[in-house]
Structure formats: structure tokens, C-alpha cells
């Protein structure tokens, strides 16, 4: 073992001895996707890249490339194969928008190409066990993306190639993927709304963008009941969000008993993002990934990977990604919260659940 392989193996507290060696994926070409004044702009993943630097954090982790050229047959199993097409011929010497939310820039095909092949690295490194976790730092990200278009600032879905890679490619035949991004993963819920090899469970905002995710969408056919959605009310924060964890997923999770878990992993529940009124905090997420990690612990031989999705506070995101390493590396301890919580009271009542949580069955 190499010294920085040695260095990167940090105990998780759990209640019982076990190392975890962190792996992350990240790439230049990711920066280069942007259009002046977008949200989802290159300083987002340049704070989280920053921050992992001043903290000493990469040093700890394991570099895991990206695939350059992702499978093919993964691609089209995902996205229309003409559509596909279209996106690498893409390349405006300036920015255009394709529509109200989306643009391309001369090197977005790129960028979204190598954010799929991030995840798909990351799952296989994953579950050949060269690294216990990972997380795909990547943009543009990937969850609204449709089969054949883009959508919310989504080009590919970059966490629902990286579930088909390990169906296809690593034989796994049980998924789960966590959505916590505050808006619905419309598309992911589509990719795989009607087969029971993946378990989708999303909370997010109710009727913020994209408009789906309503508790009734419970997938189709041998899918039914594999999709999750847990929609909260603006307001909601860290209580609710926590019981809808305790209440729904990790029941949902230990009756599925996933062979990977894949987060979609988008931090603008935060209360100072400016693209929902959810109130959570850094605190908060804190809670959630131990959980989650605690979860892919007692279920999946710790296999888990996170995907960067949504977060546009720039220091939010800093700091939750930040955070969310130390606690991999067994120092929770580490983990800061300097924003605080929201300066005015917000509805975060746990009661909202009960209704939902009678609809879903839980």
C-alpha cells in the first residue's frame, strides 16, 4: 500500500471498527461550461475545490479519473441516441440558451460528457472495491435531464447513467439512489419509473420547479411502488427533512436492502440558496449524510456514491461538500457550520409528514 493510499484510510464511527477510503473524480473541463450570469456558474464547483484545498482534505482523498469516452451502449440506454448527436456537434463560439433555464457554450458537450463519465468511474470504483465511497464533483449537473432534451441545467443525467452502469456493466441487480436536491428529479423518476432495479426516493420542495414529484407518482408496472417522492412545504427545514428520513427512507432503504446507494446530491434546501424557501442548514445536511452513510454501512458494504446536483449560496456549498468529507473520514467533529441557522422563524413542522407518510404507507 502506498503512503497516500494509507493516509486516505480513516476510521468511520460507527459503533464498530471500520475504514473507509474516500475517492473523489474531479475535472478542469467541468469550470468551462458557463454563461454569463447564470446560477449555475463555474464558481459554484470552484468554491468546493477551493475549500477541499485550504481544509487539507485532498491530500486525504483518492483521485479517481473520469471514464473520457463513456459507454456508449450506457449513454443510450439514458438519452436518445440523435439527441446524443446533437449535443457533441454543439459548440457556439459564445453562449446561446437553448431556453429559458439551459445553455451551451463551446465546451458544454464536453463538460457533460465527462460529468457521466465521473459517475460512471466512481460507481465502478465503488463496487470493485478499490475505494468505499466516492463523490462525482461535477457540473453541469445531471437530474432533470430528459431522454431527449435538456432541463434545469441538466445536459446528461449523470446519476441515473452511473445506476445503469452498475446494472449493465457491474451486475448489480438493486439500486438505490437518494435524491436531497430541494427540486424533484423528474428526470431520473422517468429513466426508472417502471422497473423495480432501482429505488428512487426524492424529498424536495412540493410544486417548486420542476413541477413533478406529487407523493401519488409511485412508479408503473413492476415498478410500481419504487418510486419515493416526498414532497415538503416551503418553509420546511431540518426537523422536517430528518423525519422524513427516519419516517421514509431508512425504512424504505432496509426493506430494499440496495447493493449501492447513489445520492443526487444538491444542497439548495440550504435557507440562504436563492432558488428555494426550504431552511435547512449545514447542520442538518450534516445529519442526513451520517445517516446515509450509516444506512450504505449496514446495507451495502458502505458502497456509496454522491453526485453533485444543485446548491447556488457558493459558500453553502463550500462548506456542506467540505463536511461532508470529514465525516467520510471518520471526523465528524471537523464539520462547521458558519452561516447558521435562518435569521427569521420558518414553518418546519413534522406534522406535515403524517398525511404523506399515510399515502406512501409508512
Known amino acids: 500500500m502506498s503512503t497516500a493510499d494509507a493516509q486516505t484510510r480513516c476510521r468511520l464511527r460507527r459503533g464498530r471498527s471500520e475504514t473507509m477510503l474516500v475517492g473523489y473524480c474531479f475535472d478542469p473541463i467541468f469550470l468551462k461550461h458557463e454563461a454569463p450570469g447564470h446560477p449555475e456558474r463555474p464558481e459554484r464547483l ?6 477541499l484545498a485550504e481544509e487539507g482534505l485532498l491530500g486525504l482523498l483518492r483521485p479517481i479519473p473520469p471514464a473520457l469516452e463513456p459507454d456508449r451502449d450506457i449513454l443510450i440506454a439514458v438519452h436518445d441516441e440523435q ?12 453562449p446561446c440558451f437553448l431556453d429559458a433555464d439551459n445553455y451551451i457554450c463551446r465546451h458544454s458537450g464536453a463538460a457533460a460528457y465527462t460529468a457521466v463519465g465521473a459517475a460512471i468511474a466512481c460507481v465502478e470504483a465503488v463496487v470493485l472495491g478499490e475505494v468505499t465511497c466516492a463523490l462525482a464533483l461535477v457540473r453541469p449537473p445531471g437530474h432533470h435531464a430528459l431522454r431527449r432534451r ?18 449493465r456493466r457491474l451486475s448489480l441487480s438493486r439500486i438505490g439512489i ?14 426508472f419509473y417502471s422497473t423495480d432495479a432501482v ?18 407518482e409511485r412508479g408503473e408496472g413492476i415498478g410500481t411502488g419504487y418510486t419515493v417522492n416526498i414532497p415538503v412545504p416551503a418553509g420546511s427545514g431540518d426537523a422536517v427533512l430528518q423525519a422524513a ?14 447493493e449501492l446507494i447513489l445520492v443526487s446530491a444538491g444542497y439548495d434546501a440550504h435557507w440562504r440558496d436563492p432558488l428555494s424557501a426550504l431552511t435547512a442548514t449545514l447542520r442538518g445536511f450534516d445529519s442526513l449524510h451520517e445517516t446515509l452513510v450509516e444506512l450504505a ?3 451495502c458494504e458502505g458502497r456509496l456514491v454522491f453526485v453533485l446536483e444543485g446548491g447556488y449560496d457558493t459558500d453553502v456549498l463550500r462548506h456542506a461538500i467540505c463536511n461532508l468529507v470529514w465525516l467520510l473520514l471518520g471526523q465528524r467533529e471537523r464539520c462547521a457550520d458558519p452561516v447558521g441557522s435562518a ?10 409528514l403524517d398525511l404523506i407518510c399515510r399515502e406512501l404507507g409508512f
Not at 437518494?178 to 429513466?191: M, W
Open 83 to 94: 439527441y446524443l448527436q446533437w449535443l457533441a456537434r454543439l459548440e457556439p463560439e459564445s
Open 245 to 258: 428520513f427516519a419516517r421514509v427512507t431508512v425504512p424504505a432503504l432496509e426493506h430494499y436492502r440496495p
Open 297 to 299: 454501512g449496514s446495507l
Open 150 to 167: 435538456p432541463y434545469g441545467f441538466c445536459l446528461l443525467n449523470n446519476v441515473a447513467c452511473g445506476a445503469e452502469y452498475a446494472l
Open 199 to 216: 429505488l428512487y426516493i426524492s424529498t424536495h420542495q412540493a410544486k417548486l420547479f420542476p413541477g413533478t414529484g406529487a407523493v401519488m
Open 343 to 352: 435569521p427569521r422563524r420558518e414553518a418546519d413542522d413534522p406534522s406535515c
Open 178 to 191: 437518494v435524491d436531497i436536491d430541494a427540486h424533484h428529479g423528474n428526470g431520473t423518476q422517468a429513466q
Open 46 to 51: 470552484r468554491a468546493v475545490m477551493a475549500g
